[in-house]
């Protein structure tokens, strides 16, 4: 079992940056690869960012592309998102999510689910 803890959540400025952390639990952290799903009010929770559970391989979706980057630190446990020029329509409860040996965009594939930070951007 695999549990899942984000930080780094917070309030910023259109354009600023943000750093957000998920600490996993467990032996086998280097075997999941790990995505960062987001839902905005109102909207459904879409995928942003995935990185492979050899770390070599990342995913994001279009809107994110040159602006976020995804990393991971298997000694730590840990995987992160660095945020770069946040525009206000990113703002939405961030979630890490963790699939067993599988690389994946889509939501269902992901067995593990922290409980999510709040990003705020304003304009």
């Known amino acids: 079992q695999v549990q899942l803890v984000e930080s780094g959540g917070a309030l910023v400025q259109a354009g600023g940056s943000l750093k957000l952390s998920c600490a996993a639990s467990g032996r086998t952290f280097s075997s999941y690869s790990m995505g960062w799903f987001r839902q905005g009010p109102g909207k459904e929770r879409e995928f942003v960012s995935a990185i492979r559970w050899s770390g070599g391989i990342t995913y994001y979706a279009d809107s994110v592309k040159g602006r976020f980057t995804i990393s991971r630190d298997n000694a730590k446990n840990t995987v992160y998102l660095q945020m770069n020029s946040l525009k206000p329509e990113e703002t939405a409860v961030y979630y890490c999510?963790?699939?067993?040996?599988?690389?994946?965009?889509?939501?269902?594939?992901?067995?593990?689910w922290g409980q999510g930070t709040q990003v705020t951007v304003s304009s």
């Open positions: 999510a963790a699939a067993l040996r599988r690389s994946s965009t889509y939501g269902p594939d992901y067995n593990h």
